[in-house]
């Protein structure tokens, strides 16, 4: 016996259930069923089928496709704005964080989230 307990009503054959220690209820298992658990909330819905399974694959293989054009290409502008710093990583040592600041470029290190120039 399993312990779950109901937080909602059964929709489209799509079960939300959550661990409790109090309250048991037998969970049927029926064929081609899929549970997502998320902490103590776990879902359990119908096994998509075969044919949605592929034509899944193909959509987002195709927008993998259309984002990885985009995000090859060079050309991303940050522009820089008084009193925002803008930090970048040193090309020859990446241990070098470099921070541009109001104009003024420096090179540091982060400590513990906290910009500290090498002097």
Not at 52 to 59: R, S
Not at 83 to 112: A, H, M, N, W, Y
Request: hydrophobic share 45%.
């Amino acid at each position: 016996m399993q312990l779950y307990s109901h937080l909602g009503k059964v929709k489209d054959n799509v079960r939300i259930e959550a661990i409790m220690t109090k309250t048991a209820v037998n969970v049927q298992r029926r064929a081609r069923v899929r549970r997502v658990k998320f902490g103590d909330v776990v879902i359990t819905a119908p096994a998509p089928q075969r044919a949605l399974i592929k034509a899944n694959i193909a959509q987002s293989t195709k927008a993998l496709a259309r984002a990885a054009k985009r995000l090859s290409k060079p050309g991303v502008v940050i522009r820089a704005k008084k009193g925002i710093p803008l930090f970048s990583l040193d090309s020859e040592d990446p241990d070098v964080v470099i921070r541009t600041l109001d104009g003024k470029t420096e090179r540091g290190q982060l400590v513990d989230g906290i910009f500290q120039a090498i002097a």
